[in-house]
Structure formats: structure tokens, C-alpha cells
């Protein structure tokens, strides 16, 4: 479309946006990705190893290759080299897993109750939303997101460091699948990493520290983090990606507690989407408030002026800001001394 | 995000871009653009007139402007200049309302079952999916979409030229909304216009008709366009947004059916989503398959070279093809002599 002169081209590309999110699942069902791993087909090939029909496959693909997954030459399509590297199932690095949880019905129906969320100020679910006590949706969550948090987490342990003669005693709250502190444990042969979450969702971080070979530096501490005893002292306590789902004086509770658990010198790591202060940039930083206000009664996404606050409240001496490029994410170091 | 190295940026964002559709009906919903339509406002002010809550609205309004929707100064909100003209009520180019069709129901099933549609070649829907007989949602897309069809039909009726001294006989085939023939007699005085689709849409055609003050001029015919009779003979026979509904057999008897009703030297002109034969340029014309794929048994975005096949095996002379710009439509000018 041109772009002079008024266009409804975005409201119409806009409106129609969940066809990309569908066209993307169909292809991650049908595993078109991984078939195409094995090099370059047309549709009546690519159908074929699907289980699919021809027409179906060619119309897929071809939508594929508009909104950028796929390459067309002539009438073979082949894999970019993103596609590559995230949706071929043989990849190490294979993401695809992640659709399960990132389309879980109970967050489409949190989304598709979009407008009584702005209403109301939270979301339309009943009760807590997804941060309800025990909420299954936790176990799909640490075992499909996994691979998409590898890179965030080999970030994060870049800045925790590594001293192969230091003791390093971590408090992974709530773990989810553990990669962050497994990450650390791996890279720090003297640390001891404590997982906190619910006991079904530990089961999931236990089998990722048993893959990793750092079981024997892993204990598990079942329970809410609102109601167990955080244990101590710790070297450093990691939130990642929890805050964003409460309201700052639940935020604030939560940083007492990790005050009341870290050793003198430790520090508190914040890693979650945090915007600049006019929390529309980065983009895809800003953008994940609305996941928040679709899922949580009272989560954000929250500024580092505003996570600032909130340690210093809690008895931190200061707080640093660390990008985490190439990533959407960004960690607040909170330093309790 | 950085563009080097692999990035699962892309992943996330298409497997999240559900979200843009909730976000912009959310508004829409709320008004949320012909509020801002008064002024700049922030969040507390919108959410007011929104009768939302400020938070809510803050997090909206900010997603707003990171898809491109509204700009943001300071904490203050205001219409981007296509959301002006486009997404305020009180503007005559509003399409909000169009937001009811694009996501009714049976649509946004159709693209949840896209996996199976894939696997058959077709709407996973029972029966004839969307282009069943007589689908009230026919009715919706008629009241729904003429905002969104003016400029289109301007554009058509450019190519039909307008001469105020010669008779000029149309046939609307599937005219819904009745726009396309609607805009022809507007530019031609002595333009008779016939409109064809089932009863219940066609009272939509109507009210269109009597609000453009060309009723004496505008004429009804009720029925399937398989099986009435087109009557004629007409100097245009109008084909637009319809063809894309049906498999090529199915094409080649309506055109079959346009050839019979045209006068010598008439022309039919079909506009719809032809893509380049690539089948994946202009993105927004070849993308328009996928919905195809989704909602019909067979239908398809039909290259041009496709459209001239079958009008000539329906016996037309020659067809030309003319863009549309800035829209993502085509059209396809078939003479009969």
C-alpha cells in the first residue's frame, strides 16, 4: 500500500493480526518447519511429509513466506535462517513447544476479554487470574518456555560472574523450570542453588538440574513464595520474571523478603520487561503491560525509577539498570549494601 | 531487538499478535479513538469518557501507540492521522464497525482450526463454511464493510469512466453493501444498476441505494447468482470480492453466466486480492489466501494469468489488468468483444 494520503492499511493488517498467530500454530502442528529442515520443497512434496493436502500446505506456506518464516524460489520453499536455528524440531534451540503455553486457552480467553480488563483495570478472569494459587498453567509454563529463556538466562549468568573458587549460595524464586539458576550452577561449579515454587511445578526445574548435571547443587523449597521461609543467607536472590504480575506493595513485600535472605554484600536480580519511563519503548518491552492487564488483577510492566523505589524501600542500598540485548528484557541488580 | 546473530524475535511476535487484533477491538469497543477525537487527553481524562479505569486505559492507550495507533507526548494521548480519519466516529471514513464482521465468530473459528484446514485443502467449517447459502453473516459483511469499500469503489469507477449522455447498464453480482454499482451511478447520470445477492442482503444494498439518491435508478434481483437469471443484456457486469469464494470450475460458470448477460462490447470486471504470480507479492493482496483457506471449501487468491484462463474458456475476447492503488486490490477489465 502506499503510504501517502490516509490508509486503512493498519487497521486492516491490525484487525486481522491473529491470522498470523494462527497460520504460525498450523505450521508448528503440521511441523511444516522441521520437514522443511531437511532442505528445500515445493508444496506437493512438503504436504506429503505433513499428512497434509497440497492446496492447504501451498496456501500455508505461501502466507508463511509473507510474514517472513519461509523462503520462496520458483516454487520450492526453504527455511530463513531464524526458522532454522527456533522451528526446526532437530534444532537444539527449537522454541516451538513455547505455542502451547503462549496460546494456553485461558489466556486467548483473557485477551479475547480485552475490553472488561480496561474497564475493570485488571483482568476479566475470574479470582487472580493466572497468578491464582497453584495455577497448572505454571507446569505448561516451565516445561514449554524453557528454550526460549536459554538466551536470557546465559545473559543473566554473564552478570552474576563466575569465580570457579568462590562460593555461591543463589535463591532462584519462583523457579518455574530453573533455567536461570541451573544456568549459574553450570557456570559457577561452587554454587548452591535453592529453587523456590509450588512442588508440581519444582518437579520440572528437578528434571532440567538432573539434565544439566548440577543436581547435587540443587534443593528444591516448596510453596508459595509469599509464605514460605525464604531460608539464608543467600549471595544472590533471582526474580525473574515473577514481579511484573503484582502490584507494587506486593512487589515491595517481596523485596523485604529477599532484604531478610541475602547475606551482607548480596544482591537481588530483577530480570523482567522493563520499559523506559515513557513505557512505550522498547517496543516489545512496553508492549508486555497489556499481556498483564489481559492475565493479572494488578500486574505491569514496571520502570527501572519504579523498581528503584521499590528495593529502596525494602532497605537496598542501590539499584543498577542492565540491558539485556539482543533480548526484550532488562535486570534491575539491587545491592543490599 | 537486534537483527544479528539468530533472534526468536519474529517467533514471538507472530505467535503474540492475537493481541493486536484484542487490543484494537478493545478500543474500538471503548471508543477509545473518537474520544481522543476531541483532543489530546491523558490516560485518567480518556478513561473517564471511556467510562474505564485510568490504568486500564494507560495500558492500552500505551500499546496503542507502540502498534501505531495514537502518538504519545509527555503523558498526554493523541489520534495518529489515519486513526483520525479512519477510527473516529464522528469521521465519514469510520470503519470501526467493520471490527464486527472481521471478527465474527465463525471467522475467527475457522482460522482456530486452520491446522485441519490445512490437512483437507479447505474450511475446516461444516459444510460450505462462510459461502454457504443464504449465511446471515453476508448480512453483517454488508451493513459492516461499506465504510472500508468506498475507496475501492472510487477507483472502480474510475476505470468504468462516466459519460453524462450514454445509458449505461450495470449488473452488481454479489453486491452486499451495493458500493461498487452504487458509486457508478453516482458518477453516471444515466447509469441503471442492477443488484443481485440473497433478500436479506440486499435491503442493506437498498438502504445504500435510497441514502445516495440513486433508488430510481437501482434495481433488485433476489436470489442466488447460481441460479437466477442475470437478465440483461448489461454494458457492466460487476464481479467484485466474489470470485474469490470458488474453485476455477465454479469461476468459469459465473463468467460463463457474466458473458451471456453482457451486451456486445460489455465488459465484466472482477476485482479482487491478484497477486503477482509469485503468490506472495503484494503482501497484503497474496496474504488474503490464507482467509480462503480458513473460511471457503476451495476458494483462492487468483493470480491474474488464472482470471484470464478462465474468462477466455467462458469465451471473453481479452482481459486486462489494472492496479488499484493505494488499496490491495486488483482489477480484472474481461471484454466480450
Given amino acids: 500500500m502506499s503510504t501517502q494520503g490516509p490508509s486503512p492499511a493498519l487497521f486492516f493488517e491490525t484487525i486481522s493480526a491473529y491470522q498470523r498467530t494462527e497460520a504460525l500454530r498450523a505450521a508448528v502442528d503440521l511441523d511444516l518447519f522441521t520437514h522443511l529442515g531437511a532442505g528445500p520443497r515445493t508444496a506437493a512434496e512438503l504436504a506429503v511429509a505433513c499428512g497434509a493436502s497440497s492446496r492447504g500446505v501451498r496456501i500455508l506456506a505461501d502466507y508463511l513466506v509473507i510474514i517472513g518464516f519461509l523462503i520462496k524460489q520458483g516454487d520450492v520453499y526453504e527455511l530463513t535462517p531464524d526458522s532454522k536455528v527456533f522451528l526446526d524440531r532437530k534444532s537444539p534451540a527449537y522454541v516451538g513447544d513455547a505455542t502451547r503455553f503462549l496460546l494456553l486457552p485461558d489466556l486467548r480467553e483473557s485477551f479475547s476479554r480485552l475490553t472488561e480488563a480496561a474497564k475493570k483495570g485488571g483482568t476479566a478472569l475470574s479470582g487472580e487470574g493466572t497468578v491464582s494459587d497453584d495455577n497448572p498453567v505454571w507446569v505448561e509454563f516451565a516445561r514449554a518456555m524453557a528454550p526460549l529463556m536459554r538466551m536470557p538466562a546465559q545473559l543473566l549468568a554473564n552478570l552474576v560472574g563466575s569465580d570457579p573458587d568462590r562460593p555461591l549460595r543463589v535463591l532462584d524464586v519462583a523457579a518455574g523450570h530453573g533455567v536461570f539458576g541451573i544456568t549459574i550452577a ?150 543490599k549494601s
Same sequence: chains 1, 2.
Avoid at 204 to 223: I, K, S
Avoid at 266 to 283: C, K, M, N, Q, Y
Avoid at 297 to 309: K, W
Wanted: hydrophobic share 45%; net charge negative; charged share 20%.
Fill in 186 to 335: 553450570e557456570r559457577n561449579p561452587r554454587a548452591h542453588v535453592t529453587a523456590l515454587d509450588w512442588r508440581n511445578v519444582l518437579a520440572v526445574a528437578q528434571e532440567n538440574a538432573d539434565r544439566a548435571g548440577v543436581a547435587d547443587r540443587y534443593a528444591l523449597l516448596p510453596g508459595s513464595a509469599f509464605d514460605v521461609d525464604w531460608g539464608g543467607p543467600y549471595d544472590v536472590v533471582l526474580l525473574t520474571n515473577f514481579l511484573h504480575h503484582f502490584d507494587v506493595p506486593t512487589c515491595e513485600r517481596l523485596a523485604v523478603k529477599a532484604h531478610e535472605a541475602l547475606a551482607p554484600g548480596g544482591r537481588a536480580l530483577t530480570l523482567d520487561f522493563i520499559p523506559e519511563p515513557d513505557r512505550v519503548t522498547p517496543p516489545a518491552t512496553a508492549g508486555f503491560a497489556l499481556v498483564m492487564l489481559a492475565t493479572t488483577p494488578r500486574g505491569d510492566a514496571y520502570t527501572f525509577a519504579e523498581y528503584q523505589d521499590v528495593f529502596a524501600r525494602a532497605g537496598f542500598a542501590r539499584s543498577e539498570f542492565h540491558a539485556l540485548p539482543p533480548t526484550a528484557q532488562q535486570v534491575v541488580a539491587s545491592y
